[in-house]
């Protein structure tokens, strides 16, 4: 069935340090693909998406762009600030008609002053 | 603009009680979803919906139960409470229209002891 693989947190980064969390995927067809973003105490929030492939997602100076031949949606940002703290979470929606979200594990991301 | 309202926000359970978790839009939104997030691990669907009236299983439906009478409202009831089931509940809806993001609701943590 489809998945979702993201690399391992904690990551701890010193701000105005470069990101990149890692995200690849296993789906049948052409997945919508997700970045979302947990802050304490909060629910999620779509921080950005690409629906096709080669398309670049944009959104608060981070982005990702969707490569099928890779199977990959990284997440990157060229200047962290302390509050991108949060829990990152990559997301596939399958080509199935109830487009369920399908998560990877999360990503905590702290960045220090 | 609320957009998806769960309640409580807390809850502790003993083990075999019962309780109803709620979930409520206001987005008119077709699509309807239960999911779990447990700690360092990625949402789990519980169950969907995809209009009023109809319901389906998704990966981890055992021990819960879910009704859509409304368009607004998709209570998620917990029978015979299991330490299995101390999480975080989220709640989510979407339109149906296909490459459309999924708004989550601040989520319900509920522990059973």
């Given at each position: 069935g489809d998945s979702v693989t993201q690399m391992e947190g904690p990551v701890t980064l010193s701000e105005e340090a470069c990101l990149t969390i890692n995200c690849t995927y296993t789906a049948t067809g052409y997945p919508s693909l997700f970045w979302y973003v947990q802050?304490?105490?909060?629910?999620?929030?779509?921080?950005?998406?690409?629906?096709?492939?080669?398309?670049?997602?944009?959104?608060?100076?981070?982005?990702?762009?969707y490569r099928k031949e890779t199977t990959s949606f990284h997440l990157e940002k060229g200047s962290v600030q302390v509050s991108d703290?949060?829990?990152?979470?990559?997301?596939?929606?399958?080509?199935?008609?109830?487009?369920?979200?399908?998560?990877?594990?999360?990503?905590?991301?702290?960045?220090?002053? | 603009n609320a957009g998806v309202t769960q309640t409580p926000k807390f809850r502790i359970l003993k083990i075999g009680q019962s309780m109803t978790l709620q979930c409520a839009q206001d987005m008119n939104h077709n699509y309807m979803y239960w999911y779990r997030q447990d700690p360092g691990m990625g949402l789990k669907l519980i169950y969907y919906s995809v209009g009023a009236g109809i319901t389906d299983k998704?990966?981890?439906?055992?021990?819960?139960?879910?009704?859509?009478?409304?368009?607004?409202?998709?209570?998620?009831?917990?029978?015979?409470?299991?330490?299995?089931?101390?999480?975080?509940?989220?709640?989510?809806?979407?339109?149906?229209?296909?490459?459309?993001?999924?708004?989550?609701?601040?989520?319900?943590?509920?522990?059973?002891?």
């Open positions: 802050y304490p105490g909060e629910g999620l929030q779509l921080l950005l998406k690409a629906t096709k492939a080669d398309d670049k997602g944009s959104n608060k100076g981070f982005e990702a762009t703290s949060a829990v990152y979470f990559c997301a596939l929606s399958g080509m199935d008609s109830s487009y369920k979200l399908i998560f990877g594990s999360g990503t905590r991301l702290l960045v220090r002053p | 998704g990966e981890v439906p055992n021990g819960y139960n879910v009704s859509r009478s409304t368009t607004e409202d998709f209570p998620l009831r917990l029978e015979l409470a299991a330490p299995s089931q101390t999480s975080v509940y989220f709640c989510a809806s979407r339109t149906s229209q296909p490459n459309t993001e999924a708004f989550f609701g601040q989520g319900t943590r509920l522990t059973v002891v």
